[in-house]
């Protein structure tokens, strides 16, 4: 089977988000062939490299979405207007709310609204597909007067009507930072057209060629999400003026719910974020649940051996960040010493970016002052029950090291997803005390102790439960390392990949019929063995065979390649002679021809994409990345 994965600021790139989660992915469904097609979030991260590739990645396509750049397409007078129509339609389906947008109108009608913005959309695909792009309308001045017609239109929501100038204009960038993906050169029969299945690694922009892979070239999609865009728009921009905040909400609402009406599963990565796709507008026959998959491996070790560490111990490991709610854990600590004089606080975990940076000092503020240096006497070095480690020294050089560092690992957060790092305690053997947060009482279950957030008092008192108890202690440890092992590895996650895809593609049997130039159907351009999945013979043999010689005098329909717009290339690596579900592979690294966008090196720069070859794509992706896929030092 052939799966076009698709990510926005991950796989493949080094520092991108879910690259662990993608990766184990790939190498895990070997018997299956991917295509990468990757959004960037920014030059650095493109600069970083790529992490090193299995054999099973056929290419990698990538595009920007940090560039600002024009495309230097110019519509004529038809294609202006038909603009307007489009992106009129898709502003006055933002301004009347979205699901899950509680500033949105009634629910009367949401099915019209829903339509409304699914015809803008696709309308604005078409046009961006025949005309060659659509950046520099999306940025242009009918884009926003479309906006600011429908913000004073009787009907849209309060605050809609409120937005100023400056607030249209924010809106207008960000949509058109979002709608890039419309103006790629996917879609085609030789890119997203030549897959079984898409599968999108979260939703949002990832999604959205996924949609038009689907809208294009019927191809069916399955949607993973471990975090639901609404939600974290939410929880991201609680600043914002509200007419940005209420139609962005919409934007992300409402593709949320195209994605999920059209999307054959979805599988979100925890029952809190099932409960926000519902809310969204997903079916719940749609719906599988698929735990993210963690290798278990670096922890055995710590789980397998009796408890070491010192049982008067807490442990907290993860990135500093204000979400994590320090200060509430050290407050509740400062009850602890009270009620255990003996106990001692390791704050193991970087600070993520400068905000972090600050908390971290300020964190450590708060505890100079709730903690006074204590010493034995007027001679004697003063020591701080509470340490700011990171890992990586000599006494915590890996996460293991830091679990097990203590009798009780605490999570004290008020914003959570999955809790990656609770599970890794879990796999630890370790008891645990965490706020009920995002989907921490799913991960746990009944193997740890779970209190409000924001309530250092309720937290002090399971802690000290804990610490007073040993035996509950090692009760609870060996209870949620046996769940983490049976819920939380790469295997599970793994194998109920597998088995999605295999559900997918049996529902969608029968595969396009492949056309050549002139529309008429191509015959036997797609052997058998295209509609079973697995490989079924080396990729070299199967590209001289896969169609008789006769039928492929007559070569399947593509569309001729357009100019790239400025800062809008893309890296596309293909296998020379790949050919995968019976879809015979263009050569179109031909003797360095060149478009109207010139010449790349390796490669024909054509509209979103440029070729390589893969043994190429492999030694620039080592060259750019030496270094292999490891967890990161803290989350």
Request: glycine share 8%.
């Given at each position: 089977m052939r799966i076009g994965l698709l990510t926005e600021g991950g796989y493949p790139y080094v520092g991108g988000e879910a690259v662990l989660w993608c990766d184990r992915l790939v190498r895990g469904?070997?018997?299956?062939?991917?295509?990468?097609?990757?959004?960037s979030h920014s030059e650095h991260q493109e600069d970083e490299g790529w992490v090193p590739l299995p054999p099973q990645v056929g290419r990698v396509r990538t595009a920007s979405l940090w560039d600002r750049e024009d495309d230097g397409?110019?519509?004529?007078?038809?294609?202006?207007?038909?603009?307007?129509?489009?992106?009129?339609?898709?502003?006055?389906?933002?301004?009347?709310?979205?699901?899950?947008?509680?500033?949105?109108?009634?629910?009367?009608?949401?099915?019209?609204?829903?339509?409304?913005?699914?015809?803008?959309?696709?309308?604005?695909a078409d046009l961006a597909r025949d005309e060659g792009g659509l950046t520099t309308a999306l940025r242009s001045e009918t884009a926003v007067r479309a906006l600011e017609r429908a913000c004073?239109?009787?009907?849209a929501h309060r605050a809609a009507r409120e937005a100023?100038?400056?607030?249209?204009?924010?809106?207008?960038?960000?949509?058109?930072?979002?709608?890039?993906?419309?103006?790629?050169?996917?879609?085609?029969?030789?890119?997203?057209?030549?897959?079984?299945l898409c599968h999108a690694a979260s939703g949002g922009p990832a999604a959205l060629p996924g949609l038009l892979a689907r809208h294009f070239c019927d191809v069916p999609l399955l949607v993973t999400e471990y975090g639901v865009r609404l939600r974290t728009h939410y929880l991201t921009e609680p600043d914002s003026p509200p007419a940005i905040r209420s139609l962005l909400a919409a934007f992300h609402g409402r593709l949320a719910a195209e994605t999920y009406r059209h999307a054959s599963v979805i599988t979100p990565g925890n029952a809190h974020a099932r409960r926000w796709q519902e809310r969204c507008g997903a079916e719940r026959a749609k719906l599988r649940t698929v735990h993210p998959g963690m290798d278990a491996a670096p922890f055995a070790e710590a789980g397998e051996a009796?408890?070491?560490?010192?049982?008067?111990?807490?442990?907290?490991?993860?990135?500093?960040?204000?979400?994590?709610?320090?200060?509430?854990?050290?407050?509740?600590?400062a009850e602890i010493r009270r009620a255990e004089p003996g106990a001692r606080l390791r704050i193991v975990g970087a600070p993520s970016?400068?905000?972090?940076?600050?908390?971290?000092?300020?964190?450590?503020?708060?505890?100079?002052?709730?903690?006074?240096?204590?010493?034995?006497?007027?001679?004697?070095?003063?020591?701080?029950?509470?340490?700011?480690?990171?890992i990586g020294g000599p006494e915590l050089p890996s996460r293991a090291d830091a679990y097990t560092a203590g009798a009780v690992v605490v999570l004290s957060s008020v914003v959570e997803g999955f809790p990656s790092g609770l599970v890794e305690a879990m796999f630890c053997g370790r008891a645990t005390v965490s706020t009920d947060v995002g989907a921490v009482v799913e991960a746990i279950g009944g193997t740890g102790l779970v209190v409000p957030p924001r309530n250092p008092r309720a937290l002090a008192e399971a802690c000290v439960a804990l610490l007073r108890d040993p035996e509950r202690r090692e009760r609870l440890g060996a209870a949620a390392r046996a769940r983490a092992l049976e819920l939380f590895t790469v295997e599970q996650n793994v194998t109920a990949f597998h088995g999605i895809y295999l559900e997918i593609l049996s529902r969608t049997p029968v595969r396009r019929v492949l056309l050549d130039d002139t529309g008429e159907p191509l015959p036997f351009a797609a052997p058998a063995e295209a509609h079973v999945p697995g490989r079924w013979s080396d990729p070299a043999r199967v590209a001289a065979r896969s169609a008789p010689g006769w039928a492929t005098d007559t070569p399947a329909r593509t569309t001729d390649?357009?100019?790239?717009?400025?800062?809008?290339?893309?890296?596309?690596?293909?296998r020379a002679g790949t050919v995968n579900a019976g879809t015979v592979s263009a050569d179109m690294a031909t003797a360095g021809a060149s478009t109207a966008g010139g010449t790349t090196a390796g490669g024909t720069k054509v509209r979103g994409g440029t070729e390589r070859r893969t043994t190429e794509r492999a030694?620039?992706?080592r060259a750019a990345s030496p270094v292999s896929v490891t967890e990161g030092a803290a989350r």
């Open positions: 469904l070997a018997q299956h062939e991917f295509d990468v097609y990757a959004l397409v110019a519509y004529c007078r038809r294609a202006r207007r038909r603009f307007a129509e489009c992106y009129g339609e898709l502003a006055a389906a933002l301004c009347a709310g979205a699901p899950g947008d509680p500033a949105g109108a009634a629910e009367d009608g949401s099915t019209l609204q829903a339509d409304r913005f699914a015809y803008a959309l696709y309308g604005l004073r239109t009787p009907g100023r100038v400056p607030d249209l204009l924010t809106v207008a960038a960000r949509l058109e930072h979002a709608l890039r993906p419309l103006s790629l050169d996917w879609y085609e029969d030789d890119g997203l057209g030549a897959v079984d009796p408890e070491y560490a010192d049982p008067q111990t807490l442990v907290w490991v993860g990135r500093v960040e204000p979400a994590k709610d320090l200060v509430s854990l050290l407050h509740a600590f970016g400068p905000e972090g940076a600050a908390y971290l000092a300020h964190c450590k503020g708060l505890a100079a002052q709730l903690f006074p240096d204590e010493a034995d006497g007027p001679h004697a070095v003063g020591r701080n029950p509470v340490s700011f480690e990171e390649a357009r100019a790239t717009p400025a800062g809008t290339t893309t890296a596309d690596t293909m030694a620039t992706a």
